[in-house]
């Protein structure tokens, strides 16, 4: 994984689009997974191409909402309180998902993303998530471009690894890149079971490739698209040599805001938090939307609850009071402006939105990649973090009446504001998209 960013393209400079071809997207996992390649979907059929996204039945009617081609990715998700909660285990969630979830249906994802890239000139995959798309790239020629999510996910030697059990460990590794090294090393290898299965299917078909499927065997030789805010995380000396850093390609949704949800978000008489979990952590809510509404009238601040999912299903008055309301989903571009504070779980989605909203948060992260976007907020000066989902009434009401009443954290998260308005992270990708079709 050694190498350097490539330097990006000269802003202003022109574009040759090659002729109409057939793009393959494939991702699976949640929302946050699915909306950048939605975005990239909308835009590259807008450039005239034919885009096909391949992923789980559950997002079907998304991708047709999108106007885009569908084609079933297995595996599936359960949608049961169980299979949500290891999914989201702080702990081992990350074992769940690769070693229970994804690797056992590796054979079952091949031949759906194969036989959706059969006439396909170019895929277009999620790193770590979709990962049946080296082998289908290595095994038919196609050309393929890997796209990260979040800076995490490529796990460079000289950041700091959030993902590490250990606070301290992971403190003393972020100063020290040999240190960081040696410990990634023995991650390497315990995880190498996690993917036992890809390893066997690749050696099936002839691939002959010794990298780690969760690590370097993640990325395209050709293009890797960084899809994230270089507020979030800039370019490091190990990531691979092909990566350009894009910017969050937003998925931006055209729909109208019901009228009781206006006429809520207009009320200013008291100071509005949102509170709200990413689509994969409110299917684990536990007592999160409680404790938060308990919170806010403690504080007298008006609450929106923005709970779907499972999460749909928390008990919580009913009626609720005039200065609360919960609704099942809304556009964050929408209500985040609103908002005085915004309280999430760190999804890279949500953060980016909320620094486009520009005011400060509070993160609460639960799993996976959300602890590591949560501190990289703090270090910011724009959030404040809750680690370990530890949302108590006590320290929640704590940390927001910090948020409420820290005049520099406004101000930070309004400067963070101006720069994320920079970014067309849509447009960037989709040109470099369009630039590897010129070599398909």
């Known amino acids: 994984m050694n190498g350097i960013a490539s330097a990006p393209r000269p802003s202003g400079s022109p ?22 390649f939605l975005a990239l979907g ?34 599936d998700p359960e949608d049961t309180p169980a299979f949500h909660a290891r999914y989201m285990h702080p702990k081992t969630g990350g074992e769940f998902v690769y070693r229970h979830y994804l690797g056992p249906a590796i054979r079952t994802s091949y031949d759906d993303l194969a036989r959706a890239a059969r006439d ?49 460990l992971s403190w003393l590794c972020g100063r020290s890149p040999e240190l960081h090294g040696r410990v990634f090393h023995y991650v390497r290898k315990h995880t190498e079971e996690w993917v036992r299965p890809v390893l066997d299917l690749r050696q099936e078909l002839g691939i002959a490739r010794p990298d780690h499927p969760m690590y370097e065997g993640q990325h395209s030789p050709s293009r890797v698209l960084a899809m994230f805010s270089p507020l979030l995380g800039k370019p490091q000396p190990d990531w691979p040599q092909p990566a350009v850093q894009t910017g969050t390609a937003l998925y ?9 949800l206006q006429r809520f978000l207009r009320e200013s008489s008291r100071p509005l938090v949102v509170f709200t979990l990413s689509s994969a952590a409110s299917n684990d809510a536990g007592d999160f939307y409680q404790t938060s509404l308990r919170t806010a009238e403690s504080l007298g601040a008006r609450a929106l609850l923005v709970m779907g999912g499972l999460a749909a299903g928390s008990a919580l008055p009913d009626p609720l009071p005039s200065w609360a309301m919960r609704v099942d989903y809304a556009a964050f571009e929408q209500v985040f402006p609103h908002a005085a504070v915004i309280v999430h779980s760190g999804g890279v989605a949500t953060s980016f939105k909320a620094l486009q909203a520009g005011k400060p948060q509070i993160v609460v992260p639960h799993a996976h990649d959300q602890l590591d976007n949560a501190m990289r907020l703090a270090k910011l000066g724009v959030a404040e973090v809750i680690p370990g ?9 704590n940390a927001l009446r910090r948020a409420l009443t820290d005049t520099h ?7 963070a504001a101006r720069e994320t308005h920079r970014e067309d992270g849509v447009a960037r990708a989709c040109d470099e998209i369009e630039e590897q079709l010129g070599h398909a």
């Open 409 to 415: 954290r406004r101000e930070r998260a309004a400067a």
């Open 120 to 168: 396909a000139d170019l895929l277009v995959s999620q790193s770590l998530m979709a990962l049946a798309a080296p082998l289908v790239a290595a095994s038919t020629g196609i050309r393929w471009v890997s796209a990260v999510l979040q800076p995490m996910s490529f796990f460079s030697l000289h950041e700091r690894p959030n993902y590490l059990p250990l606070p301290f």
């Open 42 to 75: 909308a835009e590259l059929k807008r450039r005239g191409h034919r885009v096909t996204l391949a992923t789980s039945a559950v997002h079907r009617c998304h991708v047709h909402e999108a106007g885009l081609d569908f084609h079933h990715m297995r595996p």
């Open 15 to 36: 574009v040759v689009r090659p002729a109409a071809r057939h793009i393959v997207l494939a991702t699976t996992g949640s929302l946050g997974d699915l909306h950048p």
């Open 252 to 260: 931006r949704q055209e729909q109208a805001m019901a009228p009781e």
């Open 389 to 397: 989902r530890r949302t108590g009434a006590g320290r929640l009401r």
